[in-house]
DNA sequence: GAGTCCGTAGTTTTT
DNA sequence: CTACGGACTC
């Protein structure tokens, strides 16, 4: 049949194992969306599966769509009862519908990261925590790591017993748990956690799902945490017909609870799983494969596989060791530049991938000043902004007078004068009654001691309540523009005449497109239809393929994406991998840093984005916290053989050695650059010798071994940074430190 | 109650 | 270096 022309031996037997468990190891580029896609219909054509009994479960609402785009294709009539969603927004949909059984409200508002911050904040100060000593954001990555491991307040409080900071982290999540209730709101935890408690508190609802997903596929299957896998598992249960695609050499999100033992696990907990491996790549060249497959076979304990393709060899790979990281944005962008004038590339066939969103900034001031089209993915997240929040406080108050948090967030906002004290009052006020904030508000007039702040507050109560008339008629646009209109928000940004405030303003503008886009194309919209949508988008989801720019992302944001030039910057050890990798003591079951594990396969998530040329590119030295930092090549970059690459760069040296000239034996290759020779040449006036950079091991005469953990460059001299192991941090100046590496 | 200034901490990665 | 938060002042 058409379903199965043009695919290889592996891929057709992925496609028609449609019964029992089923592990598809995919590795990057061997074409596992095509088998999800086409064995979605082979399920529906061949096997007369009814669309209405499966279910797809992705990532990110970009692959959601994509996928959905690509069955509707092939599919065609009937594909829109296939259930196509992110975990998250499936949990949602499902809790909208049944929440209540556990207690909470279907109205519940869903806490993003910045909500989460200031409920935390909140929680502190109510259990007087010294935030000094203990952290908000440590209390809430306790309480993620928790949730993700499926263990509840009470769970973990009886853990907790003895040790005095889990006991209070305990008293936190249990007060930090009420306070979301209270609020009728749900973190993205809660989200997956709720719907497992749904499942398992509710058979009904469970056995309702079962019967419906009988055919369950997930995507990025080495990306599961706990919770996602007990609600797959839950869901699978009864029919067992369960496809999960994944490549354990791709798990990059251990640090947000990804659970890399789900893939690796598979069969042992799926009794007879069938594993079918995809190994042929179809997207990139050969020496671009060899690269991966040298860097990523230094990892250990991973399933054995080895990417080939019937590409040709391609070029070789490009490594460009700059002086510093403005002349590394300089070389991309010019070379980008260079390679659009001469009509080879349009600006959309090209990538910039770095470790940390820091640095994107060099590239988009270059991209600015030469008037390329550009966009970064990530960074601040277009609904995390100041604005966006505040136009969507105001929407949820509306939506749901119970979320407090957000009824505070723009009390106040514009400016009505009502500052912090009279909050206070409130606030004790509504705890007192055991009311919601927003009902104190109604009934200002009772606070003790408000005085005037009550008449402030009172054409606040009107507003809303107008506003939840006018909400009523179900067009989001119109109460947008009628909440902007009635507080006046754009027309103090317009006063203000600032480049900010026309920044925001625009972004303002972009939030009411897509509004209008969500009114145009949502079935049933409605004011919290639209406000949960807006909660589960990922920047990500905004790249747009048909418009032409260059785009810059982080290497977590490239994965599942593919470019025919793909820059991989920043390639220096302490950056990529990162230097709290590097550090770290933690040892998997096979002995080996499963930290910088981790990195290494960030590394062949980035290698593989690429379909024809790949750029490395490192800087010797960059400022880093307003610090000049000198790095040596990435150890990845050093597991590359030497015949894959080209380019101009040395493979020892990282850190300038001040050495006599005789000395000399730098092995660059090919070509020194002038600006290189340079350096060379003023360093060599210079009467010190550095053999060591930063991770090096050094020792010192009194302070024992340690570890280099910075080199600034100072003068003539250069201060260094020790990690000593026995007497801690010590500065020094290298020409008295007299350090000797190990 | 609001605005300004100064000090300190932070850099992984995000649904 | 930058961004945020806290303290201080008007």
Redesign the pocket.
């Known amino acids: 049949m058409d379903l199965l022309n043009a695919m290889n031996a592996p891929q057709k037997e992925a496609v028609m194992t449609t019964e029992g468990p089923l592990l598809i190891l995919a590795g990057a580029g061997s074409g596992k969306t095509r088998v999800l896609t086409h064995r979605t219909a082979y399920l529906i054509q061949e096997k007369k599966v009814d669309p209405y009994h499966i279910l797809a479960i992705t990532?990110?609402?970009k692959a959601a769509g994509e996928m959905r785009e690509r069955i509707d294709r092939l599919v065609g009539f009937g594909s829109e009862a296939i259930w196509v969603s992110?975990?998250?927004s499936m949990c949602v949909r499902i809790l909208r519908r049944y929440i209540d059984r556990l207690g909470y409200d279907t109205n519940f508002t869903i806490y993003?990261?910045d909500d989460q911050?200031s409920l935390m904040k909140d929680i502190c100060k109510r259990l007087e925590i010294d935030?000094?000593m203990m952290?908000e954001?440590m209390f809430l990555s306790v309480i993620s790591s928790a949730k993700n491991e499926m263990i509840g307040p009470i769970e973990f409080a009886n853990r907790a017993v003895g040790d005095f900071t889990k006991r209070k982290q305990a008293e936190v999540y249990a007060e930090y748990q009420r306070a979301l209730k209270q609020n009728n709101a749900l973190d993205?935890?809660d989200l997956l956690l709720l719907t497992v408690e749904l499942f398992k508190l509710d058979k009904e609802v469970l056995t309702n799902y079962q019967e419906r997903f009988r055919y369950i596929m997930v995507d990025e299957y080495q990306d599961t945490n706990t919770v996602q896998f007990e609600l797959i598992r839950l869901l699978a249960m009864k029919y067992k017909n369960l496809c999960v695609v994944g490549d354990d050499d791709q798990s990059?999100?251990k640090?947000?609870g990804a659970n890399i033992y789900n893939i690796l696990n598979f069969e042992k907990q799926f009794e007879d799983a069938k594993v079918i491996k995809l190994e042929q790549n179809y997207r990139s060249t050969q020496n671009i494969l060899d690269a991966a497959n040298a860097v990523i076979q230094n990892n250990i304990g991973r399933k054995a596989k080895r990417l080939w393709t019937e590409n040709g060899e391609g070029e070789k790979i490009q490594l460009e060791q700059l002086d510093n990281s403005y002349e590394e944005a300089d070389y991309v962008v010019r070379d980008i530049d260079r390679k659009v004038r001469n009509h080879e590339y349009r600006y959309q066939d090209f990538a910039i991938l770095y470790?940390?969103?820091?640095q994107s900034r060099l590239f988009e001031e270059r991209f600015i000043s030469k008037n390329i089209p550009y966009k970064i993915v990530?960074g601040v997240?277009f609904y995390a902004r100041k604005e966006i929040k505040d136009v969507l406080a105001y929407l949820k108050t509306i939506g749901n007078g119970h979320d407090d948090l957000s009824v505070q967030r723009i009390l106040?906002v514009p400016?009505?004068?009502?500052?912090?004290?009279?909050i206070g009052k409130i606030m004790d006020f509504s705890i007192e009654h055991g009311c919601d904030f927003y009902e104190a508000l109604c009934h200002a007039d009772a606070v003790p001691k408000l005085g005037k702040?009550a008449d402030k507050v009172r054409p606040f109560v009107n507003l809303i309540e107008s506003m939840r008339v006018l909400s009523q008629n179900k067009d989001v646009v119109e109460l947008i523009k009628a909440v902007l209109d009635q507080t006046g928000y754009v027309a103090e940004l317009v006063a203000e005449g600032t480049d900010e405030a026309q920044a925001r303003i625009e972004n303002i503008d972009e939030l009411i497109s897509k509004a209008a886009d969500y009114m145009q194309t949502a079935e049933t919209p409605s004011l919290n239809d639209f406000l949960q949508e807006v909660a589960?988008v990922?920047?990500?989801?905004s790249l747009d393929e048909d418009t032409d720019y260059v785009v810059l992302?982080?290497l977590?944001?490239a994965k599942g994406l593919e470019f025919p030039n793909v820059y991989l910057t920043g390639m220096e050890d302490g950056l990529f991998p990162?230097y709290?990798?590097i550090t770290s003591d933690e040892i998997d079951g096979n002995g080996a840093n499963s930290?910088v594990e981790?990195?290494r396969r960030?590394c062949y998530v980035g290698i593989t984005r690429a379909k024809e040329h790949l750029t490395l590119t490192a800087a010797k030295s960059r400022?880093?916290?307003?610090e000049t930092q000198w790095s040596k090549l990435s150890r990845f970059v050093k597991e590359i053989p030497d015949d894959l690459l080209k380019g101009s760069y040395s493979r020892e040296r990282e850190v300038p050695r001040f050495e006599s000239p005789g000395f000399q034996n730098t092995p660059v290759r090919k070509y020194v650059s002038p600006s290189q020779q340079r350096q060379f040449e003023s360093a060599t006036t210079g009467a010190m010798n550095l053999n060591y950079g930063v991770g090096d091991r050094v020792s010192h005469m009194k302070f024992g071994e340690g570890t280099v953990t910075a080199l600034v460059s100072g003068g003539r001299d250069y201060e260094v940074t020790v990690d000593f192991d026995t007497v801690g941090t010590k500065k020094m100046f290298a020409t008295f430190a007299k350090l000797k590496k190990l």
């Open positions: 990532f990110t609402n992110t975990f998250h993003d990261t911050k935030t000094k952290k954001k993205f935890d990059i999100y640090f947000r470790r940390t969103n820091a990530g997240n106040n400016k009505r004068g009502i500052g912090a004290t009279s702040a589960l990922a920047d990500i989801d992302m982080t977590h944001s990162s709290m990798s930290e981790e990195e960030l400022m880093v916290r307003g």
